[in-house]
């Protein structure tokens, strides 16, 4: 059993359980946090049914009716929910270490957000969504300025928000493209061939660039994005695509401080392949005009590279002529301990472009000044992202501040971790290579199959987890998640493990 | 002056400014609108400054420094906007007759959906947006069935959602590509081969298919949406795109009773060409899958063409085994005087795929059963859409129902569509080819900088109206849009009309 087995653990787990049903003993919860978790947040899972349970299942019917449903998981009551629980229909409260995809930043139906809710000056930014780009509403600079830009990454001061994280990518793309064309023209004047040819999709108009991208990479899944997504062949199958570079990415061995030669050495391989990509495909006509990187490849399974690593990506996309844009929709808003995954490789100069979603509720991306587009309609739709996204993002900022939550994340991903590497320590036949930054961790499994059952078994006794890759974990709690959570998922994991093992 | 030329219309037209101010004699507003009118909208445009004013100006100056600012036209000030009147920050109130790129069904601040922002069980709705292909709401199955479905297409039982028009296209291309492959394979289990090499963008697993699109369109601007539009360079110049078959889209004259030969031999042509690109393709080893197409070609210059001609397209689709994906994303819900743009062909079976955005407040597509995708995760992302546009969505159903929308929408656009033609009667030299369904009308003016001139003096006597094309205006109003209002703005135009002569 666990608390025989990691005897270091053993007594935290233990009072921190107790300190959260006796807060008064409490060590771990500090009195700001106390506050806000009596608030809205329950006192731990508790379980019904399996999962998904009759409701579920009766719902999942019904909708398969009116759409594919293989996805669907179970049904929630989104009403019930709170915090760091989700509540599903059949009356099964779970610890949620996946949030909706790492896309709820401070857990369900928090009380800041609600209260934004009932503000009535707020009512006509939900019911009157505007056409950002042609007429926005007055406080919108102001509100850009309050929200966005208060986290904008270094060297930024340039946003422009989309409707999700794929519109984000296809944009940031497009002005990488139109940046890289007016660069090598030397002036931003079309000629009247380049005009008239785009119209028709033919070059010089629309030329034959490319973005070059990692293996195990996911950036989307628009036609543009999904050129450079590599994860999983369901995503990509039987869908036209371009012809882009795509290189290795670094496949780290652990514990890292083992290998720290080997994975040098593996870092400079990928290296030198994406300098040879670059040079092929110039040499082929495509010119490489961004290079399109994850900080750590999420959807492919949590893979992870040093500073070093990026510093010289970086550095090579300077020397070839290339846009270096960071992909931030999975890593960004606060899940590694700081806001920005890129913030840990300590660089003043991180990037060209960095794009965003999920966690930050609207979608969009930072760019420096020369990445803007010279002129308008070049990055337009119609909505171009939500004011009341940003609205819900302003608030979420406001709380990330208040109660100090990324030194929150900082902390209880370290509760996480240390857990990971006992759990690996003690179950090494089934567990390798717990990894992770903040909270934003994950741990191999021996094999797929034993994945998903340990998905299915930690799921029916209360705690939500994601798969990613071909056979990790990954977890992806809120921002709120705290050491006694990280406690509490603990000692379920390793109860599925002993029974498993 | 207006009043002294139209003579058939005068009366109307006075009769109706004075009925407005006078309710009591009022013959063009039924007892129901009238109700709805007096409890939200304004009685008339009020103008303050010429548009953009100085606090205008001032905004564009300050959110330059955050994004390009090319396309703004004003900022505005939607709390004090009302109904079909949208007022800027610098005081003025506009009839708006362009409603944020056609995207607003009923009207600004409509009482209705304010009621909705305050029931508290809708709270939980806007602050927990769910993942909604993996862990939906417990309402999804019946607001989808009470929203979406109850405008579904002929033929259609299912849909999915997205976040943008430009998603949804992007989506239902994806759909066409993935049936067309298992069509052609004979059933859905693809090789290794075909797993191996989707994951490297290589072929046989990313296929070279294609999408047939026409010379005008406009389907967004997303990669492969991108593809797929042929309006203006702007939108395309410098960006890579796909060699894919453009066909010519009839370019009818007018009047169509005139012309009813000259225009019958010029949509026979196009088809004919349409077949022609679709063995041309076929014979290049790049298959069309689908054919995208708008009932009416909106951004490309509002390009109609005839029942007779859909009918015939979606024939030659079933003839070649293409699919037949109609974008209804600027045409659909209600704007032409039936729910959407295709029932005016007057057929069962109208199409494969029916795409939708802009005015049905979420993006999505409706397919038929054998469009949907066999396996899960082949189309999805993080959100899938967002329930709390459904439930605006659902909200807005209710509305044009409850007051006869579709029959106010047909009223109204006679009015706008007579009063254009009588216009152009008069001032042929810059005005011609009125044309229109519903309040969807458009009007070519006799240059582009004769066009943006209207434009600007329009807006400043208090009218907002939207090119499109090389020099069209197209009307864009809300569903609430009355014959009042259509005579209010043909008054004015007449004004500007009197002074450019």
Known sequence: ???????????????????????????????????????????????????PGPRSQELTKQLGDIQNVGAVNFFCNYEESRGNYLVDVDGNRMLDLYTQISSIPIGYNHPALLKLMTNPNNLSTFVNRPALGILPPENFPDKLTESLLSVAPSGMTRVQTMACGSCSNENAFKSMFIWYKNKERGHSTPSDE???????????????????????????????????THSKAIHKLDVPTFDWPIAPFPRLQYPLEEFSRENAQEESRCLEEVEDLIVKWRQKGKPVAGIVVEPIQAEGGDNHASPDFFRSLRNICRKHGCAFHVDEVQTGGGTTGKFWAHEHWGVDDPADIVSFSKKLLTGG???KDELQPDKAYRIFNTWMGDPAKNLFL???????????????????????????????????????????????????????????????????????????????????PALIFKEYHAHIFLNIFNDVLAQLK
């Not at 030329?207 to 999904?226: K, V």
Request: with cysteine.
């Open 1 to 51: 059993m666990y608390t025989h087995s990691l005897s270091a653990s053993v007594c935290v787990c233990v009072n921190v359980i107790n300190a959260y049903f006796f807060p008064l003993g409490c060590r771990y919860v500090s009195k700001t946090a106390t506050k806000t978790q009596v608030e809205f947040d329950y006192n731990g899972p508790s379980m019904k049914t399996s999962v």
């Open 194 to 228: 380049d005009l008239r040819t785009s119209v028709i999709n033919q070059a010089p108009g629309c030329p034959d660039l490319s973005i070059l991208s990692f293996m195990g990479s996911f950036h989307g899944r628009t036609m543009g994005c999904l050129a450079t």
């Open 365 to 367: 991306y930072f760019q």
């Open 394 to 476: 302003a608030e979420v900022l406001n709380v990330i501040r208040r109660e100090n939550l990324l030194e929150e994340v900082t902390r209880s991903g370290k509760a996480l971790l240390n857990g990971l590497y006992e759990l690996q320590a003690q179950y090494s036949g089934i567990l390798s290579r717990a990894r992770g930054q903040g909270t934003f961790c994950a741990i191999d499994i021996c094999d797929d199959e034993t994945r998903n059952r340990i998905l299915l078994k930690t799921r029916d006794k209360g705690v939500i987890l994601g798969g990613c890759g071909d056979r990790s974990i990954r977890f992806r």
